[in-house]
């Protein structure tokens, strides 16, 4: 082989990085979770969190000031529809990732969170509606797209068969039967 030649990692070496990939991220939603429903003080205040009365969505929705669906996502902020929705996603979204069952739909859900969440940034945006520069530090990729891809890459590769229960989920009648279920 040339000097300086890229060779392809040993299957089973994929197999771990995307299964390191995908526990990692399953904690990113996890933890989201956690400090939205108990309010560790990171994130969510002390006192704030879901359990205590507070709103997962209030916070962050409440204070969109910039994109074409800055009014709607005020609409939305702390309306409990709002807070069900985000709160099962992120959930669903953690065990999915973290047991390596249900990937693609996974994938699917949070695609279409982090798709919401890019909105209600909106990196494109040089400007708040006060006029303030948004801070924006790319008009186009941001962490929440990169999140929506990795979920979407770890589904592709099959990443709940190392270090999840991926093989055996897909052996069950109901998951072979739909296979958008893997």
């Known amino acids: 082989m040339p ?11 994929r197999g771990y990085v995307f299964a390191g990939l995908r526990l990692l991220t ?19 205040p002390s006192g704030k969190g879901w359990i205590e009365g507070g709103s997962p969505t209030r916070g962050f929705l409440g204070a969109v000031a910039v994109g074409p669906m800055e009014s709607v996502f005020h609409d939305w902020a702390g309306a409990a529809w709002a807070d069900w929705l985000f709160m099962l996603g992120l959930l ?10 249900g990937l ?5 859900a949070g695609s279409v969170m982090m798709a919401l ?3 209600a940034e909106w990196p494109p945006a ?13 008009p186009f990729v941001d962490y929440h797209l990169i999140y ?8 592709a590769a099959g990443a709940g068969a190392t270090w999840g229960l991926g093989r055996a989920w897909a052996r069950l009648p109901v998951v072979d039967r739909n296979r958008w279920l893997l």
């Open 148 to 155: 929506a891809v990795v979920l979407v890459a770890l589904a």
């Open 26 to 44: 399953g904690f990113v939603f996890l933890w989201a979770f956690l400090d939205k429903a108990f309010g560790f003080g990171y994130a969510t």
């Open 117 to 119: 969440m890019w909105a």
């Open 104 to 108: 693609w739909l996974a994938a699917a």
């Open 3 to 13: 000097a300086g030649a890229v060779t392809a990692a040993p299957a089973g070496t």
């Open 126 to 138: 040089r400007h708040l509606s006060d006029g303030s520069p948004s801070m924006s530090t790319n």
């Open 92 to 101: 669903g979204i953690a065990i999915a990732l973290l047991a390596g069952i």
